[in-house]
């Protein structure tokens, strides 16, 4: 199968994430989608008519630079989106085994390749953190403990009010995925859902 080519962004637009349903061990599959980044701020008046589905941001422990996974898009002729490890397993325990997702991972949302646009979408991430509906955590390794989930949130809340002079709106931890289980905050290995980091 041929590699996704990325089309360049138009200014103030950024790319997500529609991940198609799926079990554990089904291949994972997604369209990659353009959407203008104002209409997702919740201070735009220019939102067209609430027709903008809210997305989750994520964030991750990168890990290796080697791209071993793949996303199969849906929408470009079954291209392949390379990806890390950490990324790919990430995404496979974060989707729905019912329905669809809709996020912003900057490993295939931005154009790794391209130097332009990593630093356009580089200058766009505080935005998009504070556009998406709640930013999902994984930081890999073993699933933490409740009292580690519950000291790894008061110390990020801490951080947040010393620099930000707010904290969490709200956070926990997430269960460990089991297949069956379709829970919005059932993310699997070692994962803290925030709703309001920024």
Excluded at 161 to 176: E, I, P
Aim: proline share 4%; charged share 20%.
């Amino acid at each position: 199968m041929p590699v996704y080519q990325y089309q360049t962004l138009k200014p103030g637009y950024i790319r997500l994430i529609e991940l198609l349903p799926g079990r554990a061990d089904d291949a994972l599959a997604g369209e990659l989608i353009e959407v203008f980044l104002h209409e997702y701020e919740s201070d735009s008046t220019s939102s067209s008519n609430g027709a903008c589905r809210s997305f989750e941001a994520l964030s991750y422990v990168w890990g290796s630079d080697a791209k071993p996974h793949n996303l199969i898009s849906s929408s470009g002729g079954g291209a392949l989106l390379p990806m890390t490890a950490s990324l790919h397993g990430f995404l496979v325990r974060l989707r729905y085994s019912d329905r669809q997702r809709l996020v912003w991972a900057d490993g295939i949302c931005i154009n790794q390749n391209d130097t332009r646009e990593k630093e356009q979408q580089v200058g766009l991430m505080a935005r998009i953190y504070r556009s998406a509906s709640r930013v999902v955590a994984d930081l890999g390794g073993e699933a933490p403990s409740p009292a580690d989930s519950e000291q790894l949130g008061r110390f990020i809340d801490g951080c947040l009010r010393s620099l930000t002079g707010r904290g969490l709106r709200g956070y926990g931890s997430s269960k460990k995925h089991t297949g069956a289980q379709t829970s919005p905050t059932t993310v699997g290995n070692a994962s803290v859902i925030f709703r309001s980091v920024l």
